[in-house]
């Protein structure tokens, strides 16, 4: 999987904050459910949405329950191995990059 570093993080109602981040590389629906499992646990979490087709998640969540890095963290731990920065998929794995809020 490949999570460039583009970060679209806009405010929101309550003081969430919705993103979007680019998660490339995965191969099937397996991939994006598990990153979408990995980021809901997390805490602070209102919203995950991760499209396989566009291969983009969207997160609404509480950036004082939660950092932007944990989400990111959440999608390599889901994924596997960081490559240059991104994330690049090892067979159903991947690794996250981008920088932190």
Known sequence: MDVRQ?????????GAREITIPVGGMT????????????????????????????????????????????KGAIKKAGGGDKEGGLRTLGHGGGVGGQAR
């Open 6 to 14: 583009t970060d679209m993080r806009k405010p929101i109602e309550g």
């Open 28 to 71: 099937c629906a397996s991939c994006s459910a598990a990153v979408e499992r990995a980021i809901k646990k997390l805490p602070g979490i209102q919203v995950s949405s991760v499209n396989l087709a566009t291969e983009r998640a969207v997160v609404k969540y509480d950036p004082a329950a939660v950092r932007l890095s944990e989400i």
